[in-house]
């Protein structure tokens, strides 16, 4: 008996083990990441259109591509940039930053190993190959719990996180460790990934390609970081080098990195369940454009959650844009971790569009207006501002000299100026291939604008002033009801590069938009009222009705979707309106409406939180942020952000001389204008009011937004140009009708001071 269930009992263990032996056997000795993450320094756009490296060519093709704003915290540098990407949100770095190895790693300039090092310097014990030796430094900017390694590591349960690969060059540059260190700075992983080679930069390149792939293969970490260090080492040694033997060691290191995409790619396309994402942490520095913190660089994305099409975040709400503090919230999400409130990315995703061609054509078209805009802002702006300055002051002093005719014809250059911001928006349409054909566009644009202002105004009972400002205000309310195609692509967008705007309003032609709707619209009306004195008061309701409007449109979120601006608008509008029904502008008014736009700020932004939720834009994710954990004292935060960055700005030499130059001109006008001129000129009952609105305006904007002092610079830029048109023209008598612009409603009429109050 004993011996026939002894033999039953061994039959039941072979079929056992026959029966799930071998099905385990079968089995994968380690699970397939979730996400493989490619770290590629120096790539551009045309690289992805180039066929001669097939899987990239393929990759961008197949998968979802977008541009990537890599601009970081100050001082620029690589360290900046990993450590951007790992925290989620604008980081300046520490030296000390890069400083990741393994654990029998020898440390440059110091006795023992990683390992015994970080015993010394922490207490702890290490238990994963990677030390990070810079880990005090993270912990006392309390960086060292919110980075993507850290939360991935508090995940319940842990998801592990690993990287292959250094940037090592003079210096050891182990920064991209920081995307996988947990919160005691250790990692999985191998950062031993370069090797000898006497002509590569500094003598090393990466291993081979299959190197990094068998670490994937057989590794068991979810995420999976690559860092291909050779052309970060190739940028860092690019001035030192010609352009030939740049050239051909970037298409060696190209050449690499396309077998790496491709055996990613064989990777990727057998486990479904795999996600990929290639990203260019730095952009390549180019003759047309040396600053590498002035370009986008480009980015794909390949896999179950990532379809073909264009990437796009809420932080740009731009398709095939995306910001570098997206990259961390969106890793995040992939795997259902929560976001911390100390991130301000937001997690990008891909909207289809077309077909890979036209996708890298839109993309392509993108990064060429950024870097255009970048090389023309300040050479064009020069330009413009000095040949319009220079015309300012010849019409002044042919008006000094009783040369009336010629300071009539001369003064168009004021309505030319208010033209720019219009011209601006006008120019980009049809992209110029050059700087300087682009400059002479927007000339052109000016010109051409002009010369339709004083055409209608010829016909009609407008003045070209307010003609030139009512075009640039619809023109911008229906870009921004549309998509804010125009503003985004304008050169005076400067948010997050010169030329590269997210969405909304930005500070510039914020201070525009003021100052032609409160000096602009109250000009008007002094033209209205010499006409037709009976009608005064429906035509400042109309005016006051045309403020409100601007005002909601300014910070409606899927608009202007600009906050401070609320408060803006509502001190300058409604200081206006009191000025219209001849009411003081007192210091109590001001900060009334200031508060009544700080409630306004508020209601719209939790509009936005509970409508958009996710996709909701910046002020809705503040106020989120406040309510669930981090208090008012964030938004105390902002606003001393917002005072320090305008308290920046102060210190800037282009604002110098922007206040050099309109300084110069008012001093100009009030030495060149005879008394006669002005008086007449104060005789604009409105007009005047409205200037009392401007020193609340100017307080206000400097607290409550970021770039104030631009917004600033260019609402004083606009009320002098109107100003001083209407100072130099031609005293006449009362005409009416279709007169010629410079003979109706003139300063001097004898009804100009009957104006109803």
């Given at each position: 008996?004993?011996?026939?269930?002894?033999?039953?009992?061994?039959?039941?263990v072979?079929?056992?083990?026959?029966?799930?032996?071998?099905?385990?056997?079968?089995?994968?000795?380690?699970?397939?990441?979730?996400?493989?993450?490619?770290?590629?320094?120096?790539?551009?756009?045309?690289?992805?259109?180039?066929?001669?490296?097939?899987?990239?060519?393929?990759?961008?093709?197949?998968?979802?591509?977008?541009?990537?704003?890599?601009?970081?915290?100050?001082?620029?540098?690589?360290?900046?940039?990993?450590?951007?990407l790992?925290?989620g949100?604008?980081?300046?770095?520490?030296?000390?930053?890069?400083?990741?190895?393994?654990?029998?790693?020898?440390?440059?300039?110091?006795?023992?190993?990683?390992?015994i090092?970080?015993?010394?310097?922490?207490?702890?014990?290490?238990?994963?190959?990677?030390?990070?030796?810079?880990?005090?430094?993270?912990l006392?900017?309390?960086?060292?719990?919110?980075?993507?390694?850290?939360?991935?590591?508090?995940?319940?349960?842990?998801?592990?996180?690993?990287?292959?690969?250094?940037?090592?060059?003079?210096?050891?540059?182990?920064?991209?460790?920081?995307?996988?260190?947990?919160?005691?700075?250790?990692?999985?992983?191998?950062?031993?990934?370069?090797?000898?080679?006497?002509?590569?930069?500094?003598?090393?390149r990466?291993?081979?390609?299959?190197?990094?792939?068998?670490?994937?293969v057989?590794g068991?970490?979810?995420?999976?970081?690559?860092?291909?260090?050779d052309?970060t080492?190739?940028?860092?040694?690019?001035?030192?080098?010609?352009?030939?033997?740049?050239?051909?060691?970037?298409?060696?290191?190209?050449?690499?990195?396309?077998?790496l995409?491709?055996?990613?790619w064989?990777?990727?396309?057998?486990?479904?369940?795999?996600?990929?994402?290639?990203?260019?942490?730095?952009?390549?520095?180019?003759?047309?454009?040396p600053?590498a913190?002035?370009?986008?660089?480009?980015?794909?994305?390949?896999?179950?959650d990532?379809?073909?099409?264009?990437?796009?975040?809420?932080?740009?709400?731009?398709?095939?844009?995306?910001?570098?503090?997206?990259?961390?919230?969106?890793?995040?999400?992939?795997?259902?971790?929560?976001?911390?409130?100390?991130?301000?990315?937001?997690?990008?995703?891909?909207?289809?569009?077309?077909?890979?061609?036209?996708?890298?054509?839109?993309?392509?078209?993108?990064?060429y207006?950024?870097?255009?805009?970048?090389r023309?802002?300040?050479?064009?702006m020069?330009?413009?501002?000095?040949?319009?300055s220079?015309?300012?002051?010849?019409?002044?002093?042919?008006?000094?000299?009783k040369?009336?005719?010629?300071?009539?014809?001369l003064?168009a250059?004021?309505?030319?100026?208010?033209?720019?911001?219009?011209?601006?928006?006008?120019?980009?349409?049809w992209?110029?291939?050059?700087?300087?054909?682009?400059?002479?566009r927007?000339?052109?644009?000016?010109?051409?604008?002009?010369?339709g202002c004083?055409?209608?105004g010829?016909?009609?009972?407008?003045?070209?002033?307010?003609?030139?400002?009512?075009v640039?205000?619809?023109?911008?309310?229906?870009d921004?009801?549309?998509?804010?195609?125009?503003?985004?692509?304008?050169?005076l967008?400067?948010?997050?590069?010169?030329?590269?705007?997210y969405?909304?309003?930005?500070?510039?032609?914020?201070?525009?938009?003021?100052?032609?709707?409160l000096?602009?619209?109250?000009?008007?009306l002094?033209?209205?009222?010499?006409?037709?004195?009976?009608?005064?008061?429906?035509?400042?309701?109309?005016?006051?009705?045309?403020?409100?409007?601007?005002?909601?449109?300014?910070?409606?979120?899927?608009?202007?979707?600009?906050?401070?601006?609320?408060?803006?608008?509502?001190?300058?509008f409604?200081?206006?309106?009191?000025?219209?029904?001849?009411?003081?502008?007192?210091?109590?008014k001001?900060?009334?409406?200031?508060?009544?736009?700080?409630?306004?700020?508020?209601?719209?932004?939790?509009?936005?939180?509970?409508?958009?939720r996710?996709?909701?834009?910046?002020?809705?994710?503040?106020?989120?942020?406040?309510?669930?954990?981090?208090?008012?004292?964030?938004?105390?935060?902002?606003?001393?952000?917002?005072?320090?960055?305008?308290?920046?700005?102060?210190?800037?030499?282009?604002?110098?001389l922007?206040?050099?130059?309109?300084?110069?001109?008012?001093?100009?006008?009030?030495?060149?204008?005879?008394?006669?001129?002005?008086?007449?000129?104060?005789?604009?009952?409105?007009?005047?009011?409205?200037?009392?609105?401007?020193?609340?305006?100017?307080?206000?904007?400097?607290?409550?937004?970021?770039?104030?002092?631009?917004?600033?610079?260019f609402?004083?830029?606009?009320?002098?140009?109107?100003?001083?048109?209407?100072?130099?023209?031609?005293?006449?008598?009362?005409?009416?009708?279709?007169?010629?612009?410079?003979?109706?409603?003139?300063?001097?009429?004898?009804?100009?001071?009957k104006?109803?109050?």
């Amino acid at each position: 008996m004993c011996r026939k269930r002894f033999c039953a009992h061994l039959m039941f263990v072979v079929l056992v083990y026959l029966l799930f032996g071998q099905s385990v056997k079968a089995q994968p000795t380690s699970p397939a990441p979730k996400l493989i993450l490619v770290l590629c320094d120096g790539l551009t756009i045309r690289d992805l259109e180039n066929p001669h490296h097939p899987a990239l060519y393929l990759l961008a093709r197949s998968g979802a591509v977008g541009l990537m704003n890599v601009r970081t915290a100050q001082p620029y540098s690589h360290l900046s940039a990993l450590l951007t990407l790992a925290a989620g949100q604008m980081e300046a770095a520490q030296p000390t930053d890069g400083w990741a190895f393994q654990q029998q790693e020898q440390v440059p300039n110091s006795r023992g190993t990683a390992g015994i090092l970080y015993l010394r310097y922490t207490g702890l014990v290490p238990t994963k190959p990677i030390v990070h030796l810079g880990i005090a430094s993270l912990l006392r900017r309390k960086l060292n719990t919110v980075l993507l390694g850290s939360l991935l590591n508090q995940a319940r349960p842990p998801i592990v996180a690993a990287i292959y690969g250094n940037a090592d060059a003079s210096q050891p540059d182990r920064s991209a460790a920081l995307l996988a260190t947990d919160a005691f700075g250790q990692a999985q992983g191998d950062l031993l990934s370069t090797q000898r080679d006497v002509e590569a930069p500094f003598g090393q390149r990466d291993k081979r390609m299959d190197w990094f792939y068998s670490k994937i293969v057989g590794g068991t970490a979810s995420l999976c970081v690559i860092q291909l260090g050779d052309m970060t080492r190739l940028a860092a040694l690019q001035t030192k080098l010609s352009a030939k033997t740049f050239q051909a060691l970037r298409e060696r290191a190209l050449s690499r990195l396309d077998v790496l995409l491709y055996m990613l790619w064989s990777f990727v396309r057998d486990h479904g369940s795999v996600d990929f994402i290639l990203v260019s942490p730095v952009a390549a520095r180019g003759a047309a454009l040396p600053d590498a913190w002035q370009r986008l660089t480009p980015i794909v994305a390949l896999g179950p959650d990532f379809p073909a099409g264009l990437l796009t975040s809420p932080t740009t709400r731009t398709r095939g844009l995306v910001a570098n503090t997206d990259l961390a919230p969106t890793i995040l999400n992939l795997f259902h971790v929560p976001i911390p409130p100390t991130m301000t990315g937001r997690p990008f995703v891909a909207v289809p569009y077309r077909d890979g061609a036209h996708r890298l054509a839109v993309l392509a078209r993108m990064d060429y207006v950024s870097v255009l805009n970048a090389r023309t802002v300040v050479g064009g702006m020069v330009a413009i501002g000095a040949l319009g300055s220079l015309i300012a002051v010849g019409a002044l002093i042919a008006h000094r000299f009783k040369n009336r005719r010629l300071a009539r014809w001369l003064s168009a250059v004021f309505v030319w100026g208010l033209n720019l911001p219009t011209a601006l928006l006008l120019a980009p349409l049809w992209v110029p291939p050059t700087r300087w054909e682009y400059i002479l566009r927007i000339m052109a644009w000016m010109s051409l604008l002009t010369l339709g202002c004083y055409g209608v105004g010829r016909w009609s009972r407008w003045r070209p002033p307010s003609i030139a400002c009512l075009v640039c205000i619809l023109l911008i309310a229906f870009d921004l009801c549309s998509g804010q195609q125009l503003i985004k692509d304008s050169l005076l967008s400067g948010y997050a590069l010169s030329g590269i705007r997210y969405y909304g309003i930005g500070n510039e032609y914020l201070g525009v938009l003021v100052g032609m709707a409160l000096i602009g619209g109250c000009a008007w009306l002094d033209d209205l009222a010499v006409l037709q004195a009976k009608e005064s008061p429906l035509y400042r309701k109309m005016l006051v009705g045309v403020w409100g409007l601007l005002t909601v449109l300014f910070g409606w979120p899927y608009w202007g979707a600009n906050y401070g601006s609320l408060v803006v608008t509502c001190v300058a509008f409604g200081l206006g309106r009191e000025a219209l029904w001849n009411r003081s502008t007192s210091l109590v008014k001001a900060i009334v409406l200031g508060c009544c736009g700080i409630g306004l700020a508020f209601l719209f932004g939790e509009l936005d939180a509970s409508l958009a939720r996710r996709a909701s834009s910046h002020a809705g994710y503040v106020l989120e942020e406040a309510k669930h954990g981090r208090g008012v004292r964030y938004l105390g935060e902002i606003i001393l952000r917002k005072l320090a960055m305008n308290a920046h700005l102060l210190t800037s030499p282009y604002l110098y001389l922007g206040i050099g130059v309109v300084t110069t001109i008012l001093a100009a006008s009030f030495w060149l204008l005879c008394p006669e001129e002005r008086a007449r000129l104060f005789r604009r009952v409105h007009t005047v009011k409205a200037l009392e609105a401007l020193p609340a305006t100017v307080v206000v904007t400097l607290f409550f937004k970021d770039s104030g002092v631009v917004s600033i610079i260019f609402l004083i830029g606009t009320t002098c140009a109107i100003l001083l048109w209407y100072a130099l023209q031609e005293e006449s008598g009362e005409k009416g009708g279709r007169e010629g612009v410079a003979s109706f409603c003139s300063p001097s009429s004898p009804l100009s001071g009957k104006i109803e109050p």
